[in-house]
């Protein structure tokens, strides 16, 4: 008996011990990698909240407040982010921004999108006391079908001067817009991130999963055995994309033809080929050269997140390109348009 319980008494010390070890392991690499990833943005409530659009699938649901991570994001009246959007001045320049996400600003406050650095550098640029107005039309997970048609609806109302179309590589994997506008249809409005009311079930599950969201660790290995969209990027997919937006800018180049707006083209590279210095990289390269040889004043944001000391920061465990990255594509692009609006 006495020799029992020796045995269990050493075992329970191994077991201590073991558990202890552990735990160290685990603090250790929780901190080496905050040290070296970042810590996870907490997430708040109210999240995005989407309701059908019939021309789009979805859309925001405008006049609202929610939060990216720990910013608040406030919605106009055309369920955009940013100010109201009020006639527009005999002497203003109005720009239209379209994209998805990076345009939209995931993880970023309204005042650090790229739009909105955009507005504040190309003023800057212009230099003739003229008021400038970027409209940032971004909304997570847009394709450019989705965008086009967003200019479709809300252009005339918006009275654009330029319009820019921003180019990112999952926009070759398109949305299915008339069933989502079927199933919104008969849900009614839903939380983006969940796909379903935030309220009960839903509700407390989305809570659990913010407390293992606080672990850099966990999202450090969360991402490693992910699976990126882009990486289903395949030669094939990139082919059928570049058809299917050869149409979507034949219909961009007639909109703006009728409704008297400068079309351009933006491509925003990831920041993984910034990185690695890829110049070359495909489909990027692809699109822009279709986009040139359709007429359209085309722009590779490349350069501008190149200069930037140790590569583009990302939001971190998100991937969205931080302020600082925003900044400096908001500052390449004013140039840019500063020198093809004085031509």
Same mark, same amino acid.
């Given at each position: 008996?006495?020799?029992?319980?020796?045995?269990?008494?050493?075992?329970?010390?191994?077991?201590?011990?073991?558990?202890?070890?552990?735990?160290?392991?685990?603090?250790?690499?929780?901190?080496?990698?905050?040290?070296?990833?970042?810590?996870?943005?907490?997430?708040?409530?109210?999240?995005?909240?989407?309701?059908?659009?019939?021309?789009?699938?979805?859309?925001?649901?405008?006049?609202?407040?929610?939060?990216?991570?720990?910013?608040?994001?406030?919605?106009?009246?055309?369920?955009?982010?940013?100010?109201?959007?009020?006639?527009?001045?005999?002497?203003?320049?109005?720009?239209?921004?379209?994209?998805?996400?990076?345009?939209?600003?995931?993880? /970023?406050?309204?005042?650090?999108?790229?739009?909105?650095?955009?507005?504040? +550098?190309?003023? %800057? @640029? *212009?230099? $003739?006391? =003229?008021?400038?107005?970027?409209?940032?039309?971004?909304?997570?997970?847009?394709?450019?079908?989705?965008?086009?048609?967003?200019?479709?609806?809300?252009?005339?109302?918006?009275?654009?001067?330029?319009?820019?179309?921003?180019?990112?590589?999952?926009?070759?994997?398109?949305?299915?817009?008339?069933?989502?506008?079927?199933?919104?249809?008969?849900?009614?409005?839903?939380?983006?991130?969940?796909?379903?009311?935030?309220?009960?079930?839903?509700?407390?599950?989305?809570?659990?999963?913010?407390?293992?969201?606080?672990?850099?660790?966990?999202?450090?290995?969360?991402?490693?055995?992910?699976?990126?969209?882009?990486?289903?990027?395949?030669?094939? /997919?990139?082919?059928?994309?570049?058809?299917?937006?050869?149409?979507?800018? +034949?219909?961009? %180049? @007639? *909109?703006? $033809?009728? =409704?008297?707006?400068?079309?351009?083209?933006?491509?925003?590279?990831?920041?993984?080929?910034?990185?690695?210095?890829?110049?070359?990289?495909?489909?990027?390269?692809?699109?822009?050269?279709?986009?040139?040889?359709?007429?359209?004043?085309?722009?590779?944001?490349?350069?501008?997140?190149?200069?930037?000391?140790?590569?583009?920061?990302?939001?971190?465990?998100?991937?969205?390109?931080?302020?600082?990255?925003?900044?400096?594509?908001?500052?390449?692009?004013?140039?840019?348009?500063?020198?093809?609006?004085?031509?």
């Amino acid at each position: 008996m006495e020799m029992k319980a020796k045995r269990s008494r050493r075992l329970g010390k191994k077991v201590l011990v073991a558990s202890l070890t552990l735990l160290v392991c685990l603090g250790i690499g929780e901190l080496f990698v905050r040290a070296r990833f970042g810590s996870p943005l907490p997430e708040r409530l109210p999240i995005l909240e989407v309701r059908a659009n019939p021309f789009r699938g979805w859309e925001m649901v405008g006049g609202k407040v929610h939060y990216t991570y720990r910013y608040p994001v406030h919605l106009n009246a055309l369920g955009l982010r940013g100010k109201e959007i009020g006639e527009k001045d005999s002497e203003e320049l109005r720009i239209l921004a379209l994209g998805d996400s990076l345009i939209y600003g995931q993880g /970023v406050p309204d005042d650090a999108t790229l739009p909105a650095y955009l507005e504040a +550098e190309l003023a %800057r @640029s *212009l230099g $003739d006391g =003229r008021p400038v107005t970027v409209v940032n039309s971004g909304h997570r997970a847009y394709d450019t079908r989705q965008e086009l048609g967003l200019l479709e609806e809300l252009g005339e109302r918006i009275a654009p001067d330029v319009v820019i179309l921003f180019w990112f590589g999952n926009d070759f994997f398109e949305r299915d817009i008339d069933g989502t506008f079927e199933r919104l249809s008969e849900s009614g409005p839903i939380a983006f991130d969940v796909g379903a009311p935030m309220e009960g079930g839903v509700e407390l599950r989305w809570k659990l999963r913010q407390l293992l969201r606080r672990s850099a660790l966990l999202m450090f290995i969360h991402d490693l055995v992910g699976k990126e969209q882009l990486d289903e990027l395949t030669d094939e /997919v990139a082919r059928e994309g570049l058809e299917r937006l050869r149409g979507y800018l +034949e219909r961009f %180049r @007639s *909109l703006a $033809d009728e =409704r008297g707006f400068l079309p351009i083209v933006c491509v925003i590279p990831t920041a993984a080929s910034v990185r690695a210095g890829r110049r070359d990289r495909e489909p990027d390269r692809s699109v822009l050269r279709l986009a040139g040889e359709m007429g359209f004043s085309t722009f590779d944001l490349f350069e501008p997140l190149a200069s930037i000391e140790g590569g583009p920061p990302t939001v971190p465990f998100d991937g969205h390109y931080a302020p600082e990255a925003n900044h400096a594509m908001a500052e390449g692009l004013a140039a840019f348009l500063a020198g093809l609006l004085s031509d």
